[in-house]
């Protein structure tokens, strides 16, 4: 009977959410779940005892151009795929010259490659503020046996995951050249949002219906009428438990009576995508004024005890903890949490909040959440009981979501902070153990620092990829930020907005030379 039930949760979970939380193999989406929350929960073979034993296991050259900051996107994993040599589990990554690869996670060999073909060209020339290539993380889609992608020219392609023939599509979904963000899946539909005004498309989020390969409803939903108010955290848009959708927005007009909500979070119906709810900060005009966008970190969706709750913040380098069934009460502007973190000069770029968060909850049922700093602590930043050495350049700061005695409300209560990344990625969790990459990347966008960005000469392509690193790949006590193990150089490239997979007892990560690197333990 027990197993039964099992079967009968694992069915619907899998038709809902991909069965995430049961498959400890797959790593179906950035963030690993719809609701990015960045845990591997079915993942066991890592703990904080045998992570220090941690070692490259393979890495694969893959045959992409690097465009502007853009190479490969953040790995994706799927178990039990078949092949001609029987099941395996598959790591997917598409890359910016429109390819997509399929890669056995046991060997590092590519068991097939699709190549999109492009039938347009970008009236502007590319830039790593427009690169008009692949950007977008794909999306696994085991009930269907598919994987979701969306190519350089907008058209949306669901792929075999065992041959990478075309199952789906190509339906032209998204403008050509448009910056389009992770793909996000639920119950038969997949999300992504725009960002940038890249290729002329305007900033929202977007929605393609896959039950029917010939009726592919697609719905928009525009958060700006003038390009603004861009939907660019890297994650997209998430998808909570409670039926709902929710996205930042960055610079851009605020006149909800007129559909437009720059520098705030919303919360839109799944399916219908219509606006139910949304969260402004009080200085919002402040954040647009000097390009200080709390969409440069995608939100989070996790619950705690009775409460649904998103998180997010930006380059202001605030974190927002709001209560997703009513974001920021009735006025609109009252948050659950809110804390400086970094930034005191209110700088627009190298500082801040940026990436995605990550949420946890501990075998002693305490939820956590992890937040990737750019730049040194802010002095208003909260006391970290624990401390890990110090941080100028980057760090990971992780805190337990608690009760206020006061008000009684869900509130973040800090427990420690790591030592110094040079620029952190966005952190993935399995077991008690914290992965983090430090990604070494040169995050000066412009000539001169300064907090007025108009008038301001952008950089280069050529000038962003000098002075950058090698990136490094850290793992982290859950509990405490100790080090417990870093890769030194075996990562020869530097990393640009992607992210970590954690799935049948590996860690994935890609690097801007178009390489995908598998960390494991010895004998695996």
Same mark, same amino acid.
């Given at each position: 009977?027990?197993?039964?039930?099992?079967?009968?949760?694992?069915?619907?979970?899998?038709?809902?959410?991909?069965?995430?939380?049961?498959?400890?193999?797959?790593?179906?989406?950035?963030?690993?779940?719809?609701?990015?929350?960045?845990?591997?929960?079915?993942?066991?073979?890592?703990?904080?005892?045998?992570?220090?034993?941690?070692?490259?296991?393979?890495?694969?050259?893959?045959?992409?151009?690097?465009?502007?900051?853009?190479?490969?996107?953040?790995?994706?994993?799927?178990?039990?795929?078949?092949?001609?040599?029987?099941?395996?589990? *598959? /790591?997917?990554?598409?890359?910016? @010259?429109?390819? !997509?690869? #399929?890669? &056995?996670?046991?060997?590092?060999?590519?068991?097939? +490659?699709?190549?999109?073909?492009?039938?347009?060209?970008?009236?502007?020339?590319?830039?790593?503020?427009?690169?008009?290539?692949?950007?977008?993380?794909? *999306? /696994?889609?085991?009930?269907?046996? @598919?994987?979701? !992608?969306? #190519?350089? &020219?907008?058209?949306?392609?669901?792929?075999?995951? +065992?041959?990478?023939?075309?199952?789906?599509?190509?339906?032209?979904?998204?403008?050509?050249?448009?910056?389009?963000?992770?793909?996000?899946?639920?119950?038969?539909?997949?999300?992504?949002?725009? @960002?940038?005004?890249?290729?002329?498309?305007?900033?929202?989020?977007?929605?393609?219906?896959?039950?029917?390969?010939?009726?592919?409803?697609?719905?928009?939903?525009?958060?700006?009428?003038?390009?603004?108010?861009?939907?660019?955290?890297?994650?997209?848009?998430?998808?909570?438990?409670?039926?709902?959708?929710?996205?930042?927005?960055?610079?851009?007009?605020?006149?909800?009576?007129?559909?437009?909500?720059?520098?705030?979070?919303?919360?839109?119906?799944?399916?219908?995508?219509?606006?139910?709810?949304?969260?402004?900060?009080?200085?919002?005009?402040?954040?647009?004024?000097?390009?200080?966008?709390?969409?440069?970190?995608?939100?989070?969706?996790?619950?705690?005890?009775?409460?649904?709750?998103?998180?997010?913040?930006?380059?202001?380098?605030?974190?927002?903890?709001?209560?997703?069934?009513?974001?920021?009460?009735?006025?609109?502007?009252?948050?659950?949490?809110?804390?400086?973190?970094?930034?005191?000069?209110?700088?627009?770029?190298?500082?801040?909040?940026?990436?995605?968060?990550?949420?946890?909850?501990?075998?002693?049922?305490?939820?956590?959440?992890?937040?990737?700093?750019?730049?040194?602590?802010?002095?208003?930043?909260?006391?970290?009981?624990?401390?890990?050495?110090?941080?100028?350049?980057?760090?990971?700061?992780?805190?337990?979501?608690?009760?206020?005695?006061?008000?009684?409300?869900?509130?973040?209560?800090?427990?420690?902070?790591?030592?110094?990344?040079?620029?952190?990625?966005?952190?993935?969790?399995?077991?008690?153990?914290?992965?983090?990459?430090?990604?070494?990347?040169?995050?000066?966008?412009?000539?001169?620092?300064?907090?007025?960005?108009?008038?301001?000469?952008?950089?280069?392509?050529?000038?962003?990829?000098?002075?950058?690193?090698?990136?490094?790949?850290?793992?982290?006590?859950?509990?405490?930020?100790?080090?417990?193990?870093?890769?030194?150089?075996?990562?020869?490239?530097?990393?640009?907005?992607?992210?970590?997979?954690?799935?049948?007892?590996?860690?994935?990560?890609?690097?801007?030379?178009?390489?995908?690197?598998?960390?494991?333990?010895?004998?695996?």
């Amino acid at each position: 009977m027990h197993l039964k039930k099992l079967a009968l949760m694992c069915t619907i979970s899998f038709l809902f959410l991909g069965c995430a939380a049961l498959r400890s193999a797959d790593w179906p989406t950035f963030g690993h779940d719809p609701q990015r929350s960045g845990w591997a929960s079915g993942e066991e073979t890592f703990d904080v005892k045998n992570v220090s034993g941690l070692q490259l296991l393979w890495k694969t050259q893959l045959k992409n151009e690097p465009k502007s900051l853009t190479a490969l996107t953040a790995p994706v994993v799927a178990e039990g795929i078949s092949t001609a040599s029987g099941p395996k589990t *598959v /790591v997917y990554v598409a890359g910016s @010259s429109d390819e !997509v690869y #399929a890669i &056995d996670v046991q060997t590092g060999k590519i068991l097939w +490659s699709k190549t999109f073909e492009t039938h347009a060209l970008p009236k502007d020339a590319g830039m790593w503020l427009c690169p008009n290539n692949l950007n977008s993380t794909p *999306v /696994v889609d085991k009930g269907r046996n @598919s994987l979701y !992608v969306i #190519a350089t &020219d907008g058209k949306f392609y669901g792929l075999d995951l +065992s041959t990478g023939q075309i199952r789906f599509g190509p339906v032209q979904f998204v403008p050509p050249f448009s910056k389009d963000w992770s793909l996000n899946l639920w119950n038969g539909i997949v999300y992504t949002s725009i @960002s940038q005004g890249c290729g002329g498309a305007t900033s929202g989020i977007y929605s393609i219906n896959i039950r029917n390969r010939n009726r592919p409803a697609i719905r928009d939903l525009f958060v700006s009428k003038d390009g603004g108010a861009g939907i660019w955290g890297r994650g997209g848009a998430v998808i909570g438990e409670n039926g709902r959708i929710y996205a930042s927005t960055g610079d851009g007009d605020f006149n909800p009576s007129e559909g437009d909500y720059g520098s705030s979070v919303i919360a839109a119906s799944l399916g219908s995508l219509r606006v139910l709810d949304y969260y402004s900060p009080l200085n919002f005009l402040k954040i647009t004024k000097y390009d200080l966008d709390i969409s440069a970190s995608s939100l989070i969706w996790f619950p705690y005890r009775n409460y649904d709750l998103v998180a997010g913040g930006g380059k202001e380098g605030v974190l927002y903890m709001l209560n997703a069934d009513d974001l920021g009460t009735r006025d609109h502007q009252t948050p659950l949490y809110k804390q400086k973190l970094a930034n005191d000069d209110l700088e627009f770029e190298e500082k801040g909040i940026w990436g995605e968060l990550s949420s946890w909850r501990d075998p002693a049922g305490e939820t956590w959440l992890y937040v990737p700093i750019w730049g040194p602590a802010s002095k208003k930043s909260p006391t970290f009981p624990v401390t890990n050495g110090n941080h100028p350049h980057g760090c990971i700061m992780a805190f337990k979501v608690v009760i206020d005695a006061a008000t009684k409300l869900p509130t973040l209560k800090p427990v420690w902070i790591s030592g110094d990344f040079d620029v952190p990625e966005p952190v993935a969790i399995a077991n008690g153990v914290v992965f983090a990459l430090s990604t070494g990347e040169n995050t000066q966008q412009t000539v001169g620092s300064t907090v007025i960005y108009h008038g301001q000469k952008l950089l280069t392509d050529q000038q962003r990829s000098q002075n950058t690193h090698n990136a490094v790949l850290y793992a982290l006590d859950a509990q405490t930020g100790k080090v417990l193990y870093q890769s030194g150089s075996a990562i020869t490239g530097w990393v640009h907005f992607s992210g970590l997979a954690v799935a049948d007892g590996r860690v994935f990560a890609v690097d801007h030379d178009s390489t995908l690197y598998c960390f494991g333990l010895k004998g695996q």
